[in-house]
């Protein structure tokens, strides 16, 4: 309708094929995949994990997608050579390539580079406290990408639902972050991953159960050592803690509560 066909199927076929590798890679650690969205900027595959699984598999999945565009790049290279291809649509090959790969290394949810930034920041804080900042600098990057597309490219419909949905998207993930948080431990609680690093954590006996989880970190199994004055007196794991608060119900419970109902 538009009469860019041709731009709309080089688009299309980027996209599938960078949609393909996150699939394929999800697949190989038997990952349980529940639905891959297509849009014409872009794709998102979503799952059952939710962070149950070790990062370095989540870290692979996530750069599967961006590592497409390397062959799909040397494919073009190669049908260039050869003169395979009319030269006008190994140019939008290239310029298309180029562009979905560089804006999919944004640092913005839910883009590539986003979630490698979220990654990053869960390797060295607690599981709420990255999803919280992610969230945080998401929006930052995104309202200062927004500035610089108007600044430096033409006022198009497709610029502003690009614009319109990663920020739609970042509002939704803001509102979201308890519930994505409650996620994670209720994972934790009901697969029990099976994580060979502990990570002591050392809590006041009045701590809330909710403050005591906020501690904990992804790729970590946590022994909660409880401290009364500048004494530590009790030891409590983190699965007892987690079925005093999903299975009992004891959401208002603190740390020292559970100890003495144990006691």
Known sequence: MTGTFMEITIIFL????????????????NWRIRRISLWVF????????????????????TLAGPLQHVWIHGLLL????????????ISLGFQYNTTILLFNLL????????????????????????????VQLSIFFALIATVLFLIFYPFTLSTVMLVGFILWENRLEWKRRYYVFIRFLLKRYTEKPNIKRVRPVVVDYDMPLKQV???????????????????????????????????????????????????
């Open 42 to 61: 872009g794709g998102v595959m979503e799952t059952d994990e939710h962070a149950s699984k070790p990062i370095s598999q989540e870290f692979w999945i």
């Open 78 to 89: 190669f049908c260039s050579t050869n003169q395979l291809l009319p030269d006008y649509l």
């Open 107 to 134: 640092p913005i949810w839910p883009l590539d580079g986003g979630k490698l930034m979220h990654l990053l920041l869960s390797s060295i804080l607690p599981f709420r406290k990255a999803h919280t900042t992610m």
């Open 213 to 263: 989880f906020s501690m904990f970190r992804r790729n970590y199994y946590h022994h909660i050592h409880v401290k009364d004055g500048a004494a530590i007196t009790e030891l409590v794991g983190e699965n007892e803690s987690l079925h005093t608060y999903f299975q009992l119900k004891h959401y208002q419970s603190t740390i020292g509560e559970l100890t003495s109902q144990r006691n």
């Open 14 to 29: 980027i996209v599938i094929i960078h949609e393909l590798g996150h699939y394929s890679v999800a697949k190989f650690f």
